[in-house]
């Protein structure tokens, strides 16, 4: 059964810092581009960020560079993002995706699989 977990949400401060994880299984990990994206209510589901754990090639979103950096361990199918001067408009609820194939930086319709998502709520 492909499972994707996301875990790691939660409230901060702005200019705090969060580290979400997600923990893969039921598939090849090294044959898939793992991203994670972010939905607000009422807004896009928007790509922050992606890792080829195949090669370690990272993307990144614009209004991330330089404050997020996802990372991955291979040997337990895990990936993290590590989310540093956080800010009130990073909240939303954070998605950890699968994409089989892709390019880094693909739209979410090209992932494959998806987890259910973890809240972070970033507070002025």
């Known amino acids: 059964e492909v499972q994707l977990q996301a875990s790691g949400g939660g409230l901060v401060q702005a200019g705090g810092s969060l580290r979400l994880s997600c923990a893969a299984s039921?598939?090849?990990?090294?044959?898939?581009?793992i991203g994670w994206f972010r939905q607000a209510p009422g807004k896009e589901r928007e790509e922050v960020s992606c890792?080829?754990?195949?090669?370690?090639?990272?993307y990144y979103g614009d209004s991330v560079k330089g404050r997020f950096t996802i990372s991955s361990e291979n040997a337990k199918k895990m990936v993290w993002l590590q989310m540093n001067s956080l800010k009130p408009e990073d909240t939303a609820v954070y998605y950890c995706?699968?994409?089989?194939?892709?390019?880094?930086?693909?739209?979410?319709?090209?992932?494959?699989?998806w987890g259910r998502g973890t809240q972070v709520t970033v507070s002025s």
């Open positions: 039921g598939f090849r990990f090294d044959d898939y581009v």
């Open positions: 890792i080829d754990p195949s090669d370690g090639s990272t």
């Open positions: 995706a699968a994409g089989i194939g892709i390019r880094l930086g693909a739209p979410p319709l090209m992932y494959d699989y």
